[in-house]
């Protein structure tokens, strides 16, 4: 029996504030499962939408050593292009791509980088 493959296309990643990163696609915050909205963060003190605060962050970090959470509350636009940069990667190299049981099927989801043509 082969999965569902769902496919999650991402041409930017965004932060509003230290250890909070967003994913967009056409200037629109991506909510489609599994990489759904959150819309508040506890641990960041962040009121609006966003995909990972800073306990995400420090959760992925064990798994993806590149992404971290910022421990400082300086910094914040060097850690921020460090964790875009970071992202990117992981999207693009395809580390990101895994198998989830989503709404009781299996599925394979895929982060895809686009890159957009400006002519």
């Keep these: 029996m082969s999965n569902e493959e769902i496919v999650i296309e991402i041409d930017k990643v965004t932060s509003g504030k230290n250890n909070v990163i967003s994913f ?8 489609q499962p599994p990489l759904r909205l959150k819309a508040n963060s506890v641990s960041s003190k962040y009121k609006y939408h966003h995909h990972f605060d800073q306990a995400d962050l420090a959760r992925l970090q064990n798994q993806y050593p590149s992404i971290y959470p910022n421990r400082y509350e300086s910094g914040i636009d060097d ?7 970071a992202f990117r990667k992981l999207i693009e190299s395809g580390q990101l791509d895994r198998a989830y049981r989503l709404d009781g099927r299996d599925v394979e989801v895929k982060y895809v980088w686009i890159t957009e043509n400006k002519h």
């Design 79 to 85: 850690w921020a292009a460090v964790m875009k940069t």
């Design 24 to 31: 967009e696609r056409k200037g629109k915050q991506i909510d």
